[in-house]
């Protein structure tokens, strides 16, 4: 609709000049052909005159102009000899209109009886006046005329040219992959529109493929990570329970056993990331998590109370939010361990909640933190061997999936502030 909107309004603007030049001419031309029409009427009243002369011979004592249309002078046969013939315009008063109003005049010669005569005639003319504001009313309505017919023209006929293009701007403006939506296309006998219906047909079509393909190839590869990880690690296990080694082997071992869950706990980090990006958490419902933060603190009470941490929860509004519960769960989670896990010990974990944001403050090191880092993959912030260092790039991607901001600053106290619009 903007596209014809804007059609209507170049249109307009392109119709200006052009009715202008055209009004122009228009009125020059009509003003030769009165002068034409009217030269040519005085030139018959001449005709008439001389034909009338032979017997009606009076008529060459006719010099008045307010009692005759001609006015009849004697001149000598040099001045006929020499005058020629001229058209002019002149001002006349007229009784009828108690006023000055336009005259075409006629001077010329004539010859009778050896006598010589200047005649000169008269005749009523157009005002310009009154034809230009005729003209200028009769173009307004033209104008409007035609806006009225471009305007009906957009809104019928263009309105159903448009429609297969309108149509698959909404559908693909509320297209989503992962949500197997299908784009169906309106037929349309414009060569373009079906070129173009043809094009994002086999675009979404490739790209769903590439989706699916990339979703289960992730979905396959942790899969099949994950069994022979179990196994090592189970098969591990029980061999330091039933095999009696030095302190040296069982000290490999139990490394070992640390690097394996390690890597257990990466692959589950990246198939979660992978599946956040790909836009594979689809449901979605509101969040109360005023509730959600008070059962997280309430599961990371024994990590808290083994660091000599306590939680404190500030709850100073109610925060509802539409989005997917494992991944709030997840969002949450992942900040607030992060808050205990660098948080100083004997200290406090603050979590404040407000009608619009959340924050999470702990101690820890006495220095700000690279703030363009910290959310960066596989980014430690502590030396900790367990950690796979992307607890805080995954709350990040949670957090621009639903457009909720997530930044963090130094202020005595390291704090991670989530911002819901």
Do not use: C
Request: charge should be negative; proline fraction near 2%; glycine fraction near 2%.
């Amino acid at each position: 609709m903007k596209l014809l909107n804007h059609t209507s309004k170049y249109l307009a603007i392109l119709l200006v000049p052009l009715i202008s030049i055209w009004a122009f001419i228009f009125y020059y031309a009509m003003l030769d052909e009165i002068y034409d029409s009217l030269d040519d009427g005085l030139e018959n009243q001449k005709i008439l005159l001389l034909e009338r002369l032979p017997t009606n011979p009076e008529i060459l004592e006719h010099n008045d102009l307010d009692l005759w249309s001609h006015a009849i002078t004697p001149i000598s046969k040099k001045q006929y000899e020499q005058f020629e013939d001229r058209n002019s315009d002149t001002l006349m008063y007229m009784l009828n209109e108690r006023d000055f109003e336009p005259v075409r005049v006629y001077e010329t010669t004539l010859a009778y009886n050896d006598n010589y005569y200047k005649v000169k005639f008269i005749t009523s003319m157009v005002e310009e006046d009154d034809l230009i504001q005729d003209l200028v009313v009769y173009l307004i309505v033209l104008y409007a005329s035609l806006m009225i017919a471009i305007v009906i023209l957009n809104n019928l006929m263009l309105k159903k040219i448009w429609k297969p293009f309108h149509s698959l701007m909404r559908q693909l403006r509320d297209f989503r992959i992962e949500k197997n939506h299908h784009i169906k296309t309106i037929d349309t006998n414009i060569e373009e529109f079906k070129l173009l219906n043809t094009s994002i047909t086999t675009l979404i079509d490739q790209s769903r493929a590439r989706y699916l393909e990339q979703q289960h190839f992730i979905e396959n590869a942790s899969h099949e990570l994950q069994t022979p990880l179990a196994i090592s690690i189970n098969k591990l296990e029980l061999f330091l329970e039933n095999t009696k080694l030095p302190a040296d082997d069982i000290k490999t071992m139990a490394s070992v056993l640390d690097n394996l869950g390690r890597l257990t706990r990466l692959n589950k980090s990246l198939l979660l990331l992978s599946k956040i990006e790909n836009r594979q958490f689809v449901d979605e419902e509101t969040i109360d998590f005023n509730s959600l933060t008070a059962n997280i603190i309430g599961d990371f009470e024994d990590l808290a109370s083994h660091k000599h941490i306590v939680l404190h929860l500030e709850e100073h509004s109610n925060l509802n939010f539409q989005m997917n519960k494992d991944l709030a769960v997840v969002l949450m989670t992942n900040l607030v361990k992060n808050a205990i896990i660098h948080g100083q010990r004997n200290n406090t974990v603050t979590i404040k909640i407000h009608e619009k944001s959340i924050s999470i403050s702990n101690f820890g090191v006495a220095e700000a933190l690279n703030a363009n880092l910290i959310f960066s993959r596989f980014k430690k912030i502590s030396n900790d061997k367990k950690s796979t260092g992307l607890g805080l790039a995954i709350a990040k991607a949670i957090s621009e999936k639903y457009g909720i901001g997530l930044e963090y600053r130094y202020s005595e106290e390291h704090i991670f502030k989530l911002t819901f619009f």
